[in-house]
């Protein structure tokens, strides 16, 4: 008995340590449930991540099959009009010497071929006649390597791309997220647990040590906790 007291000075009456272990208990099973639903709604923010990404890839290669077809027109009707231009000019139903600036003439396949270019090639067809008249040998090979040629679809393959690089990268994120709250909650389970064994002890030095061991690994926890992104229900 005079054992006993000593302990009970030394660290405090058994009312005080169970007061600590009992909110420590609540407060704990609390935090677990709460980042039990942060877990799960991580989860599914990863999944729906996950998705649009793949919505978006899909995207992107349907306008990028898009751009290649249409390039692949641009190509065609570039090498027809070089091949009708070469030949109105043997035939000589046009005029044309280096240093001339190109002229549809109507009447001729050239011209007509010229005229019915797709609206995103002839830009770069007119500044590359241009920039041929001026220095054929600065000039580039082809209007395909102007920086006129643009083609709408490309550009929306390149942007959906990107799109789901970045739906990817926050997929990732949310799994790291997921991941780390499941961390916690295996922490507070420890906590629990400790505080559970704590009123199972029959000396009350091990009891106070066991609850002690409890709230640093729940202060620590409900830390880590705070510090994560949150999903909120509302």
């Known amino acids: 008995m005079a054992k006993e007291e000593k ?18 208990l609540a407060l704990a099973a609390i935090f677990t449930a709460w980042a039990a639903f942060e877990s799960a709604k991580w989860s599914g923010e990863q999944a729906t991540n ?3 990404a793949g919505a978006a890839r899909t995207e992107s290669t349907r306008f990028d099959t898009r751009a290649g077809q249409l390039a692949g027109i641009d190509v065609a009707v570039y090498m027809s009009w070089l091949d009708a231009f ?3 000019r043997r035939d000589e139903l046009i005029s044309f010497a280096p240093g001339d600036l190109y002229e549809p003439t109507d009447g001729t396949l050239s011209g007509f071929l010229f005229e019915r270019m797709r609206p995103e090639f002839a830009p770069a067809m007119e500044a590359w006649l241009v920039a ?13 390597a102007m920086e006129e040629y643009v083609l709408a679809d490309g550009l929306e393959a390149q942007r959906l791309q990107q799109e789901a690089d970045d739906f990817a990268a926050a997929a990732g994120q949310a799994n790291q997220n997921s991941d780390d709250y499941v ?14 064994v704590s009123s199972k002890l029959n000396n009350s030095r091990n009891g106070l040590l066991a609850v002690i061991i409890a709230t640093v690994m729940f202060i620590g926890t409900t830390i880590v906790l705070l510090s994560l992104p949150k999903i909120w229900p509302f």
């Open 183 to 196: 961390l916690t909650v295996v922490a507070f389970a420890l906590v629990l647990f400790f505080v559970g």
């Open 132 to 144: 041929f008249s001026g220095d054929q040998e600065t000039a580039p090979p082809t209007p395909f």
């Open 86 to 88: 070469n030949s109105d």
């Open 50 to 52: 996950f998705s649009r």
């Open 7 to 24: 302990q009970k000075k030394l660290f405090g009456t058994s009312d005080r340590v169970e007061l600590v272990a009992t909110l420590v």
